[in-house]
Antibody, heavy 117, light 110 residues
Framework: EVQLVETGGRLVQPGGSLRLSCTAS????????MNWVRQAPGKGLEWLSY????????YQADSVKGRFTISRDNAKNSLYLQMNSLRVEDTAVYYC??????????WGQGTMVTVSS | QSALTQPASVSGSPGQSITISCTGT?????????VSWYQQHPGKAPKLIIY???KRPSGVSDRFSGSKSGNAASLTISGLLPEDESDYYC??????????FGGGTKLAVL
C-alpha cells in the first residue's frame, strides 16, 4: 500500500527545536518530489516547503524561511523537517505530501506539534 | 503570499449540485493551469480530487469537476451524496515557486 508516515511530533517549549520525519513505502521515493504542509487547529492548510527528488531544488514559505529546513535521505526513503526557534503559532498538524507536477497526490496521516510553555 | 479566497461554507440537498469558488491573482490561479482541489474529512488527511484545473485522479467520482476562468477556479459537485459533506480546499502553484491554499469551504449536505 502506498503510504507516508510522519513521526516526531510532540509538545515543545517556545524557542525550542524539533525534527519531524516522514517515511515512504510502496512507491519510488527517490524519484518523487516532496513537501511539508501544516494545519493549525481548526484552520486551513498551509504549504511550508518543497524539495525535489535529488534535493537540488528547495523552496520555502516566507513564514518558515530561516527557521525550518527540509531535507531527505533517498537511501532511507525518508523526508525530514528540522524546525528551530519554534513559536506558539507553529502549533499544528504537520503533513508530508508527494507532489506530482503541482498537485499533492499522496499524504501522510500527520503528526501533531504543540508549542507551549 | 495571501491565501486564495473561498467561501467559508456552502450547502446543498442530496442529489443537487453545488459549486465552490476559489479566487486568486494572476500570480497564481490566473497564471498557471495548476489548480488542485482537496477533500478533507474531520481528523483525516486531505485527499486529492482534482488536479491541473479539471483532471480527476483515478478512483475519484466523475461527480467532481473543476474549471477555471481568469483568476478564479471552481469545483462543482453534482448529485450530492451525504458522504460529500466535508471540507474542501483549493490550491495553486505560484510565480514565486511556491504553493498557496484557499482558506477552505465547509460543505453541508442537508
Amino acid at each position: 500500500e502506498v503510504q507516508l508516515v510522519e513521526t516526531g511530533g510532540r509538545l515543545v517549549q517556545p524557542g525550542g527545536s524539533l525534527r519531524l520525519s516522514c517515511t515512504a513505502s510502496a512507491f519510488t521515493f527517490s524519484s518523487s518530489n516532496m513537501n511539508w504542509v501544516r494545519q493549525a487547529p481548526g484552520k486551513g492548510l498551509e504549504w511550508l516547503s518543497y524539495i525535489s527528488s535529488s534535493s537540488l531544488s528547495i523552496y520555502q514559505a516566507d513564514s518558515v524561511k530561516g527557521r525550518f529546513t527540509i531535507s531527505r535521505d533517498n537511501a532511507k526513503n525518508s523526508l525530514y523537517l528540522q524546525m528551530n526557534s519554534l513559536r506558539v503559532e507553529d502549533t499544528a498538524v504537520y503533513y508530508c505530501a508527494r507532489s506530482q507536477l503541482a498537485a499533492f497526490d499522496i499524504w501522510g496521516q500527520g503528526t501533531m506539534v504543540t508549542v507551549s510553555s | 503570499q495571501s491565501a486564495l479566497t473561498q467561501p467559508a461554507s456552502v450547502s446543498g440537498s442530496p442529489g443537487q449540485s453545488i459549486t465552490i469558488s476559489c479566487t486568486g491573482t494572476s500570480s497564481d490561479v490566473g497564471g498557471f493551469n495548476y489548480v488542485s482541489w482537496y477533500q478533507q474529512h474531520p481528523g483525516k488527511a486531505p485527499k486529492l480530487i482534482i488536479y491541473d484545473v479539471f483532471k480527476r485522479p483515478s478512483g475519484v467520482s466523475d461527480r467532481f469537476s473543476g474549471s477555471k476562468s481568469g483568476n478564479a477556479a471552481s469545483l462543482t459537485i453534482s448529485g450530492l451524496l451525504p458522504e460529500d459533506e466535508s471540507d474542501y480546499y483549493c490550491s495553486s502553484y505560484t510565480s514565486r515557486s511556491s504553493w498557496v491554499f484557499g482558506g477552505g469551504t465547509k460543505l453541508a449536505v442537508l
